[in-house]
């Protein structure tokens, strides 16, 4: 009785070690995919929002300026400067962000964060998705002080179904069908090699003296009141 619980224990473990491997490797490849694609949406967003919004930029430079900080930094900061002007809770540019993911085949859940002169305005919402998330920052800047950096973060939410993915999943339910399906009929066999040997250990029961005798097989008899083996 013991052997068989502790195989079981064993075969319990290699099976809970087994589903962890995959569900760890399947989350990991998963999560290197999801980021990539999300930075393409990201970045794509950030430059589809600048063009249906701001169709035209004059630019007044002036070579003279001790600011090292280049035109095309500067017009981006600009152009972030006034699309939260225009958006101020940055609401838009989380649906063309959304609507990106969804061409990259991701329908995630997603949030922004604006943060300017110590001020941040998120869409993020109180009872968002637990899970992993995935951070993708871009600052931008138009002179060397920081306060002055705008910094737009993207925020996208990953369930654990959703990271360790359908494959694995699909795989991790099979084996476990698997493994029931083996232990089910293990246990009917054993049930049934306990009835065809209880048969004759019914009959075959002895009691001489003060022993009890069990046949255990056709030559091993076990004394269970005296702890005796006896072999014919």
Known sequence: MKQSKIKLIGTAAIY???M???????????????K????I?????????????IPQVIINFNPSSTNRISVEEKIDWSAQFYLAMEDSCRHRFDSIFREEMKKQGLN????????????TISTMKKNA??????????TYRKNNKKENDITLRAYVYLPLYVLVGQPAL???????LLAVAMYIYTRN?????????SSPLEAATRTTDNARWIIISKEVWWDEKNHIIKIE
Do not use: P, V
């Not at 990539?36 to 930075?39: L, M």
């Open 16 to 18: 809970l070690i087994l």
């Open 20 to 34: 962890l491997g995959i569900a760890w490797f399947s989350a990991m490849k998963n999560e290197e995919s999801i």
């Open 36 to 39: 990539d694609k999300s930075k």
């Open 41 to 53: 949406a990201f970045l794509t967003a950030i430059k589809q929002e600048k063009e249906l919004f």
């Open 108 to 119: 995630l859940n997603t949030s922004i964060c604006y943060t300017h002169n110590g001020k």
């Open 129 to 138: 998705d637990g899970g992993i998330k995935i951070i993708h920052e871009k």
């Open 170 to 176: 699909y795989t991790m339910i099979l084996f476990t």
């Open 189 to 197: 066999r054993e049930k049934k090699q306990i009835t065809t040997t």
